[in-house]
């Protein structure tokens, strides 16, 4: 149980690495609309950093569900359909499609609808339960989708984890679009 809680823990730390890492791209967007070396170096490796970001999310969620053995709510398998296939095809992108615009669009459209569910998921579980009394919330197995196993630093749960995945992938497919020329 320990070495769960720790893991848990690890996870919720690269979360808020990446909740850091998101401000300050947004901040990068406001500020350096130029392009420059950092946003090529970036633009240059978006497939192969969303693959990763979808490939620790997707593991970190595997293991939320097979080894610490908590049971995955309605929204959090909606979430999963929404990030799961983004593993493979960033991969598949990084390996094979460079050009490929496509790449672009279909993991910002993966991560718009998957990020507005992590974040109604998120909203349901950290407001009072008299304020979701008219919401319904969801119930699979007996669990519902207004509890939450695992709230580090006062305000991380597991729907905020998918939350800033898609973001951060979204992030990156935005960078690549802004920048194509560098991206070659």
């Not at 790449?103 to 579980?125: D, K, L, N, P, R």
């Not at 630093?153 to 800033?164: N, R, V």
């Amino acid at each position: 149980m320990y070495q769960i809680y720790e893991i848990t823990r690890v996870l919720s730390i690269m979360t808020m690495i990446g909740q850091v890492i998101a401000m300050v791209t947004v901040i990068g967007f406001l500020f350096f609309r130029r392009s420059s070396f950092f946003w090529d170096r970036i633009s240059k490796h978006a497939f192969f950093l969303a693959f990763v970001v979808a490939a620790v999310s997707t593991l970190g969620s595997l293991f939320f569900s097979e080894i610490a053995e908590y049971t995955p709510c309605k929204l959090c398998w909606f979430q999963r359909v929404f990030m799961y296939p983004l593993s493979l095809f960033y991969l598949l992108a990084f390996l094979r499609y460079k050009q490929s615009k496509l790449a672009e669009w279909y993991g910002m459209v993966m991560c718009s609808f998957g990020g507005v569910i992590a974040t109604y998921h998120y909203f349901i579980q950290m407001t009072t339960p008299q304020d979701i009394a008219a919401l319904t919330p969801c119930t699979v197995g007996g669990v519902s989708c207004t509890q939450y196993e695992i709230l580090h630093f006062g305000y991380i749960t597991i729907p905020l984890m998918a939350l800033t995945g898609f973001v951060l992938i979204f992030l990156l497919m935005v960078i690549r679009k802004r920048f194509p020329s560098s991206a070659s």
